[in-house]
């Protein structure tokens, strides 16, 4: 029986400084493609906040919230003067009728494409 040690789910490939490097750079390469990839910049037509916001769907919709867009939104600032958590609130219906606008008037794609469009792919 061989012993355990050195086993690891992930292993770190320390003994193989090549693929190593190849399996940072895809794991970055994976990360700003799902974190950014597709991702529009879209301002609030209420508050002119501006966040990242992609389509994937007919009813998926992605929103990155920045410090500054939180702090702008009045939406959020109600919600903070009511006591309560402004991360429960699930979108500010006045962001979502800008992201509404921004798809009818061809802003923001209805569904990001198949490929992906930053080019990380």
């Not at 769907?57 to 959020?76: I, K, L």
């Amino acid at each position: 029986m061989t012993p355990a040690s050195g086993w690891a789910k992930a292993p770190d490939y320390a003994a193989d400084p090549d693929r190593l490097a190849a399996l940072t750079s895809a794991t970055a390469r994976d990360r700003r493609h799902y974190l950014c990839g597709g991702m529009r910049e879209i301002e609030c037509r209420a508050c002119h906040s501006t966040l990242l916001v992609k389509k994937t769907g007919p009813h998926q919709t992605s929103v990155q919230w920045n410090a500054a867009a939180r702090a702008q939104c009045p939406e959020f600032d109600q919600v903070r003067r009511d006591g309560g958590n402004p991360a429960m609130l699930p979108t500010c219906p006045r962001l979502s009728a800008s992201i509404d606008h921004a798809v009818a008037e061809g802003i923001l794609p209805r569904e990001s494409p198949a490929a992906d469009p930053d080019g990380y792919w």
